[in-house]
């Protein structure tokens, strides 16, 4: 019985998931950390908490089944992709708070590298877009502004990572350090064609080639831990993946055309475009799916910054909610949106955008509007921005998407799922495994330990989904994000 522990490092908690061989959920734990805003538009988190909770959660699914602990053949990690920290080479403690990949603090240095006319240099080698959404541009505020960290890069005591490389350090007692080719390809630092860092990208974001990580595919060995001792033996790490990518994987999308849609704090959707990397003419970046035996595939992806935790923000900012699940309930209460259209740039507006200046607004109130439209507007607004960005991918790839494969908590909310598939015009098809993300990695696992030989194995295994048809008139839907857009209009 080969059972697999992943750990899923995301923006606001970190989850362990035990899963069999099949996917079956055999236990899980959770535990969040805390959001550290130290001042407008910046977004850190205690990288030393964080690893905290990977040994909470760890401890937790151990005490919970100790006969099944004994079973675990290999430990896999998704993560947050673009976060990013710098840490102690040999002690692996953070030396500054990890920068999350929300905060806006290089906005100014994406701006300068633009009028430099540096945008078709890092488009052509990492597929990304100049924006402080990827980690380069906050690497370079760090070594400009911290001459102290600067240092350390530069005498080699300190080196840079992404949360998994940050993780797998630590669980290796300092023994690996390394990462996967999806979470580098989201720093603006790797070449996506060549497979490997980028000297002249290194240098135009002032971080020491030295400092980077090594790169390897996501089924590879990553070390072994027990864990500081939590688990009664040492065991692989295997199976490492951004988040992202990782539900890409894990909804089998192995496919040129497949899509899946990822809602979480923010949404990514990404579309398999095969073996050849190519170039969006509107506002997907070109991301690095995952690199399996030496054989890359890639995908447009469109990003969007808030999608659950807009709502997150109805609840804890405003208190138009007290739990989450009162947005359903929100949403039946009244008939329609009456004209009320929430734009959620809080961090700016991502794909097909690209308005880091774009700030959030309310739209279309009148004396009539009652919460429930700010509530019922809030979830709609997750819907429209994955049309703006289907919309964006159908006419970069050429291709028709008439289904799209989605996971991540807030799929749950069936309202939201329902009004997706009506205002995309297209089949909805909602995984029963929440943890997708963690599923993905611990395929890449059950992979490297040679379970499963190939990807048509893991096609072959079965799967739970609730599918959603659109219900509404095309002119109806066509109507309704007529409304968003002219909303979008008024703040970009």
């Not at 809030?378 to 919309?391: E, G, N, T």
Request: charged share 20%.
């Amino acid at each position: 019985m080969s059972l697999i522990l992943a750990i899923d490092q995301s923006t606001s908690a970190t989850k362990a998931v035990l899963f069999d061989a099949r996917g079956k959920v055999l236990n899980k734990a959770a535990r969040s950390h805390r959001q550290i805003y130290p001042q407008p538009g910046w977004v850190e988190h205690d990288a030393e908490e964080i690893w905290r909770n990977v040994l909470d959660v760890i401890r937790q699914i151990a005490r919970a089944n100790p006969k099944q602990v004994n079973h675990i053949a290999a430990l896999s990690i998704t993560n947050q992709r673009e976060t990013v920290v710098v840490f102690d080479r040999k002690t692996g403690k953070p030396l500054h708070h990890a920068l999350v990949w929300q905060d806006r603090r290089g906005d100014a240095i994406c701006g300068s590298l633009v009028k430099q006319k540096r945008e078709k240099l890092i488009r052509d080698l990492t597929g990304l877009k100049i924006d402080t959404y990827f980690s380069g541009s906050k690497l370079r505020w760090l070594a400009e502004n911290c001459p102290s960290i600067a240092g350390k890069l530069k005498d080699g005591s300190a080196v840079i990572g992404t949360i998994d490389t940050y993780l797998i350090h630590r669980l290796t007692d300092g023994g690996i350090f390394a990462t996967d080719y999806t979470n580098a390809s989201r720093t603006l630092l790797f070449d996506i064609k060549k497979l490997c860092w980028d000297r002249q990208l290194c240098k135009l974001f002032k971080v020491p080639h030295s400092a980077l990580p090594e790169v390897r595919e996501s089924s590879s060995h990553f070390g072994k831990t027990n864990a500081s001792g939590i688990l009664p033996k040492q065991i692989p790490i295997i199976g490492v993946m951004g988040d992202s990518q990782a539900s890409l994987f894990a909804q089998r999308c192995f496919s040129p055309g497949m899509a899946k849609a990822t809602f979480g704090t923010g949404t990514s959707v990404l579309l398999n475009i095969g073996s050849q990397p190519k170039t969006s003419k509107t506002g997907a970046v070109t991301a690095l799916a995952w690199v399996y035996r030496g054989k890359p595939i890639y995908a447009f992806e469109g990003l969007i910054n808030f999608s659950a935790a807009t709502i997150e923000w109805l609840k804890n900012q405003l208190g138009l909610i007290q739990n989450l699940s009162e947005v359903g309930q929100a949403s039946k209460n009244i008939f329609d949106n009456a004209g009320v259209y929430l734009v959620p740039a809080f961090a700016g507006l991502s794909a097909p955008y690209w308005s880091p200046e774009a700030r959030a607004a309310i739209i279309g109130l009148t004396a009539h509007s009652r919460k429930e439209h700010v509530v019922r507007a809030a979830l709609q607004s997750i819907a429209f921005q994955i049309r703006d960005v289907l919309d964006m991918m159908r006419d970069d790839a050429k291709v028709k998407i008439s289904r799209l494969h989605a996971d991540g908590g807030p799929t749950a909310n069936k309202s939201l799922m329902q009004f997706t598939a009506n205002v995309t015009g297209t089949k909805i098809v909602a995984s029963e495994v929440a943890e997708s993300s963690a599923w993905g990695a611990a395929l890449n696992g059950l992979l490297g330990l040679g379970v499963y030989r190939t990807l048509d194995d893991i096609a072959r295994l079965p799967r739970k989904q609730t599918t959603f048809a659109p219900k509404l008139s095309r002119a109806e839907a066509n109507r309704l994000h007529s409304g968003w857009l002219a909303a979008v209009k008024r703040i970009v």
